[in-house]
């Protein structure tokens, strides 16, 4: 139980509450209401101190058990204490049920604790695993708790029926999407599994390496579809494991082939390799797509003899799961959490094919020249998919005051 609640009065009742200046001219003082609002807003804080301090004692008290039974690398405590302190601060502050969310955190943990004892191996291709344990639900749940669903926003709903219309007849589809968050696939099912049942289930993400090595975000990985491939940015990290990694790179790109010649697949896919971040304003940006990553899934659409559908997805999720400041920090970052709202934009399909007409083969049209002009067609088809992106995702920032 998180007996929060005496804890809390005990801080209020003994802490000092903030008084209001009122000398002899009463135009001095503010309106009664302002005072009473100022009041309140203090009680609020104070209770929101009180009860992260309290979460703060008992998770450390929770991983200091585990600690005598478990090897826990030191900066996973660390980690594991600094987000499941602000996690549970955060249903507190929702006003949800604290216990109903200390049995999925308890879960989560003891998940984590295994992953620890003995790391997950994840296959090029990982397909979710839902029993004996149920490992899509647990990530759904864990991050239920803090997403207002209320004050969220999905744009372009009528797109998911269009979408399953063309997977039935065994098209693929791909969703070229910005990536803000770790838990996007997660905070993807919260706001689609109750208007959309089974669309983001059967959804392939196409996630680093990070999520699969990372100790906290295994658990929340083994719950997903996922083509796990090393990024580019990872390949060289360390020298002696490149040759490795490229050869687990080529693996992927086989079944990803494979997985186009089989018809029926929805996958989800950042051009952009990475997460988005805030600019020196504070306002987070749509980050660059790389032209490279749109042409080969162009390409090994094509060469599968299947039709392939290419949508552009915006996604406002930092909210809920912000980023580190950091880009390509090590394995094992920090992790804070909010209870806010998020926001989805299915935007039309493009066509793919009117960007790279310009030069088929080489010599027709006439005078063309591959080397340029099918890398012009290239980056005006990514810069016309990210414009699209982009201006759905600052709709839907306006929308949503974040």
């Not at 209870?339 to 006439?366: I, Q, T």
């Not at 591959?370 to 810069?383: G, I, M, N, Q, S």
Request: proline share 5%; hydrophobic share 40%.
């Amino acid at each position: 139980m998180w007996l929060l609640s005496a804890g809390i009065a005990s801080v209020v009742l003994t802490s000092p509450m903030p008084r209001p200046r009122c000398y002899a001219n009463a135009r001095s003082c503010g309106a009664p209401l302002m005072i009473l609002e100022q009041m309140k807003s203090a009680v609020t804080e104070m209770k929101g101190q009180a009860a992260e301090a309290i979460v703060q004692k008992k998770v450390a008290d929770k991983l200091a058990r585990a600690q005598e039974k478990y090897s826990i690398p030191e900066k996973y405590v660390d980690v594991m204490s600094g987000f499941f302190t602000s996690y549970m601060t955060e249903i507190y502050k929702a006003g949800l049920d604290m216990d109903q969310y200390e049995e999925t955190l308890t879960t989560l943990f003891t998940k984590v604790l295994e992953c620890a004892k003995s790391p997950y191996q994840f296959e090029p291709y990982h397909k979710a695993i839902r029993e004996p344990f149920d490992y899509y639900k647990l990530g759904n749940d864990f991050a239920g708790g803090v997403i207002d669903r209320e004050g969220s926003k999905i744009v372009g709903v009528e797109k998911i029926s269009e979408i399953n219309e063309k997977l039935a007849n065994g098209d693929n589809v791909v969703l070229l999407a910005n990536h803000q968050s770790e838990a996007d696939p997660q905070i993807f099912s919260v706001l689609l599994d109750p208007i959309a049942p089974g669309f983001a289930e059967k959804t392939i993400f196409v996630a680093g390496d990070r999520v699969t090595t990372d100790l906290l975000a295994q658990p929340f990985s083994m719950g997903r579809n996922l083509l796990c491939i090393y990024s580019k940015k990872h390949l060289d990290t360390p020298p002696e494991l490149k040759s490795a990694k490229t050869k687990h790179n080529r693996r992927v790109m086989k079944k990803m082939q494979e997985l186009f010649q089989e018809g029926g697949k929805l996958i989800w896919v950042a051009p952009s390799g990475g997460r988005d971040r805030s600019d020196e304003t504070g306002k987070f940006r749509v980050a660059d797509f790389d032209p490279k990553s749109i042409e080969m899934f162009r390409l090994m659409s094509d060469k599968a003899n299947r039709r392939a559908h290419f949508y552009p997805l915006s996604m406002l999720t930092y909210s809920v799961c912000p980023p580190p400041t950091v880009v390509g920090g090590d394995i094992g970052e920090r992790r804070t959490v909010n209870w806010s709202r998020a926001g989805l934009h299915f935007a039309d399909s493009v066509d793919l094919k009117a960007f790279v007409e310009a030069c088929v083969v080489e010599g027709f049209p006439k005078d063309c020249n591959p080397a340029v002009e099918r890398e012009a067609a290239r980056d005006a088809l990514t810069k016309h998919i990210q414009s699209v992106v982009t201006t759905n995702y600052e709709r839907l920032a306006k929308d949503l005051n974040l």
